[in-house]
């Protein structure tokens, strides 16, 4: 018997995977809608080019007056300032009637808020507090100066970045185009939801997976369909996929299978096949297919699901020019016990209870069901067990899929 081999840490097989995005990064950009941008890339860093706020302005409902004019006797109330108004300069001894975010009058330095102010009858206000200056005032670029570098070239595009280009007065951004990614899934045994399923078939469940996730991530899917198990096919499927940035395919990389994939990757003249230290998700493929990188990704569904997590997502990001790709990852306390020690990583299907990480039952790489009930990943360290109560590596799904 040939010796085994090594199993590869799955941080040298990020490692690889991220050189080799460095190395062909997809540079073309095109300018689109502010409302399209969710998802995308950001092409430039955003400069600001306005102060924010753009001019002093007051925190509060309430009265904007010059401190040392309030002296213990009440002060007229020489105008009212709503919110998008331009306010004349405060009249000395007087104060002016103020609303939240409208701009502050020449001469006032503090604004007191109404819950601390008492009208008088002869509608004159008094304070019943020590004002101080600069209190409840906004300061012009408290926020951002002109220049300031608000995001960088390569940030990922949510719904609180879009809101940042909004307030800088940008209606269209230039964004990195969408990778064009063909997903292939890979076995005889599968069928497409919405056909008959015959004897000794399952429905294909990783497609959906894959092209959601990809869509997510601003991806061009281009779906490839349903891969038979068998050389020929393969090598033909793979030809008429076109110009495509990423072919991901799933399944037909497990042990003892026939690797279709693989023989037709070799014939190329590129390929590495992995055997991770993580589990599940141990078999990757990575290789080229007359120019165009592949990931293989085992064909289990909590395979597909945590080897997309920790490298085909990152490693698609980082292509499209991110820098921060790997998941987020946080601690939590178990609330489970993990006592025997595995030899790879585990990634177990989790979710959080009472401030908690708790597993599901059955944590077979087949149950797609354990990944519906979780939450996210439970990251367990090669040899490492766990008590209740001690601290684990959580990866949140919300920020994934
Ligand atoms: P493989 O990696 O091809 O050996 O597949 C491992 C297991 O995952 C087998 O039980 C397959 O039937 C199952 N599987 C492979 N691809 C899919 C898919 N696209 N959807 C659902 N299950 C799959
Ligand atoms: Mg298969």
Known sequence: MPAAQPLLPVEQALAQLLAMADAAPIREREQIALAQGSGRVLADDLIATLDLP??????????????DDWQGKPLRVSQRIFAGAVPEALEPGTCSRIFTGAPMPDGADCVEM??????????????????????NIRPQGQETRIGDRLLAAGSRLGAIELGLLASMGHASIDVVRRPRVAVLSTGDELVEPGQPLGPG????????????ALSGLGCEVVDAGILPDDLQQTRQRLAALGDVDLILSTGGVSVGEADFLGIALREEGQLALWKLAIKPGKPLTFGHFRGAPVIGLPGNPASTLVTFTLLARPYLLRRLGVRDVAPLRFQ????????????RREYLR???????????????????????WAHGLVEIGEGCTVDEGDLVTFISFSELF
């Open 54 to 67: 753009p001019w002093p302005n007051s925190a509060m409902d309430g009265y904007a007056l010059r401190r």
């Open 114 to 135: 109404q819950e601390n102010a008492r009208i008088e009858d002869d509608e004159r206000v008094s304070f019943n507090q020590t004002l101080t200056v600069g209190q």
């Open 201 to 212: 078939q399952i429905y294909n469940s990783n497609r959906q997976v894959l092209c959601s």
């Open 332 to 343: 939590v306390p178990a609330g489970f016990a993990w006592p025997r020690a595995g030899t």
């Open 350 to 372: 989790g979710r959080i209870e009472q401030g908690r990480a708790v597993i599901y039952p059955n944590q077979s790489s087949g149950v797609l069901l354990s990944a519906a």
